[in-house]
């Protein structure tokens, strides 16, 4: 008995927690006021399933499969990013910057987000590296 009261109290608190508005806001951050989000579509075979580092120079480091995306929040400024992985062709490859983009500069807004794609760079059916850009731009 003692036990469903407690489970119905905690019931009470989670209800009790939510706003009237009906919807959860984060708290708000004075920092961390932008965003860098990346999208990593789908590319052929082993590509997508060699990880790949997206490098936010003096920020977090992203890590993406092929068809992932991820944003990471940042102070508003202005960023070098660019993406490095092992060689996604070379099952041996031990060197984490085999491959490695020239880096991008971004312009994180405050309040706003940057969007950026990464794709393999080279002919379709030979990628020799990767490419990083504003999204719209990588093809």
């Known amino acids: 008995m003692v036990r469903s009261q407690s489970l119905i109290a905690a019931g009470v608190l989670v209800l009790g927690a939510i706003p009237q508005t009906g919807s959860l806001r984060w708290p708000a951050n004075t920092v ?3 965003q860098i989000c990346v999208e ?10 060699r990880a790949a580092d997206v490098v ?3 920020g977090p ?3 993406l499969l ?15 990013v660019w ?6 062709f070379d099952r041996t490859s031990a060197n984490p910057q085999a491959w490695k983009s020239t880096p991008l500069l971004v312009t994180a807004p405050a309040n706003d987000r940057a ?3 990464v794709c393999g760079a080279g002919p379709s059916t030979a990628y020799t ?11």
Do not use: H, M
């Open 83 to 88: 993406v490095q992985s092992k060689d996604p």
């Open 56 to 58: 936010i120079e003096g």
């Open 129 to 139: 590296n990767w490419k990083i850009a504003r999204t719209g731009r990588c093809q």
């Open 115 to 117: 969007q950026l794609e």
């Open 66 to 80: 092929g068809e992932q995306a991820a944003c990471a929040y940042v102070q508003p400024g202005r960023y070098r």
């Open 32 to 34: 961390l006021k932008s």
């Open 61 to 63: 480091t992203l890590t």
């Open 40 to 49: 990593r579509p789908g590319d052929t075979g082993r590509l997508n399933v």
